[in-house]
């Protein structure tokens, strides 16, 4: 199982560019310990009153939102979490079963977290269109978190990050640089943090 697994999402290219961050994606641990890892990240930012919140609002659907969630994950469990083989990524890449499962699992923990730490009423950045800031809203915590659906929320890296002032930054990670190797001829983007405005936000969202 173990080699199968090596031979489905291989470092070879990333060894061959960085040789210690290869080593590093190697040793990764388990998911379910990338995944307690991913919470307590969540803890420690509402602990440390760092915790971004945005309420999205639809495009299709104004003004039906969705809750946005960002927070500060470091550079080695982003590392491991979008690019290690008991990843996030990889789940999926298993079966669409499994990576399901593990994002439901996930998601229904940070929404635990959420539920037990935020007030009755948040505060959160007002998103609208291609992700403007263009204030704040007052949301119930209820409504908030049922928009926090463990079967259509999904975990990504942060693309925009909300400053709190108006102002979004952008995080974009770059396609460039070595590949994954998936199986004998698939590659996937290394979402690495050497060459690019690294971002190191984990950002679930619906």
């Excluded at 061959?16 to 040793?27: D, I, N, T």
């Excluded at 388990?30 to 990240?41: D, F, G, K, P, Y």
């Excluded at 309420?55 to 939102?65: F, G, L, Y």
């Excluded at 659906?149 to 942060?158: A, E, N, V, Y």
């Amino acid at each position: 199982m173990q080699e199968g697994l090596n031979l489905l999402w291989s470092f070879e290219e990333v060894a061959a560019v960085e040789p210690a961050r290869a080593v590093r994606l190697e040793s990764a641990p388990s998911s379910e310990q990338i995944a307690a890892l991913t919470v307590q990240r969540l803890e420690a930012a509402l602990a440390g009153g760092v915790l971004r919140l945005g309420w999205s609002e639809s495009r299709e659907r104004p003004p039906d939102s969705r809750l946005v969630v960002q927070f500060h994950i470091g550079e080695t469990l982003y590392d491991w979490f979008f690019n290690a083989r008991t990843g996030y990524r990889t789940q999926f890449r298993q079966g669409p079963g499994r990576g399901h499962a593990y994002n439901h699992d996930l998601t229904r923990a940070i929404r635990a977290v959420l539920a037990a730490n935020l007030p009755a009423t948040i505060t959160a950045r007002h998103v609208v269109g291609d992700f403007a800031d263009v204030g704040t809203s007052a949301v119930s915590r209820e409504h908030a978190l049922q928009s926090l659906d463990p079967d259509l929320s999904k975990f990504w890296c942060c693309g925009r990050l909300l400053l709190g002032d108006g102002l979004v930054r952008e995080m974009i990670p770059s396609g460039s640089g070595p590949k994954l190797r998936i199986g004998e001829v698939d590659r996937y983007r290394d979402l690495g943090f050497g060459r690019m405005a690294r971002t190191q936000w984990g950002v679930p969202r619906p």
